[in-house]
């Protein structure tokens, strides 16, 4: 009964993601760490797996996504959002833009906790 009908098993566990680059050096994905990795070479090893990806071009990275309309209260240097009791503290009055980014224009402005967008003023 012991050893003569021995058998083994890999287990071989594939998923998919996304790999991109927001300046064509330095590598996010949705599968690990990246950090360590180039962009030129078309995979990575890193300790529980491999990550490989295609030898596109890496497109422009947009990040940011529409979520809702809110009306805001502008009591400098704070924005504060009733309906999600939240404020946010603006650094700077200037506005952002990012060049991977195409919807960022005047209207888009820094925070500490990321940026927003002011569709519109109605007083």
């Known amino acids: 009964w012991c050893c003569t009908h021995c058998s083994s098993i890999d287990n071989l566990i594939i998923e ?15 599968l690990g760490d990246l ?4 962009v030129t070479s078309d995979h990575c090893v890193l300790q529980d ?23 805001i209260k502008l009591i400098d240097p704070r924005m504060i959002i009733d309906d999600l009791q939240v404020a946010f503290y603006i650094q700077n009055a200037t506005s952002f833009s990012h060049k991977n980014c195409p919807g960022f224009d005047e ?4 925070t500490e906790q990321g940026i927003y967008r002011i569709q519109s003023r109605i007083s």
């Open 49 to 71: 797996g491999v990550v490989i990806w295609d030898e596109i071009p890496f497109q422009r990275v947009y990040t940011f996504g529409f979520e809702n309309f809110y009306k």
């Open 16 to 30: 998919e993601g996304q790999v991109a680059s927001w300046d064509g050096n330095s590598l996010i994905s949705t």
């Open 107 to 110: 209207h888009t402005f820094r």
């Open 35 to 38: 950090g360590g990795c180039w």
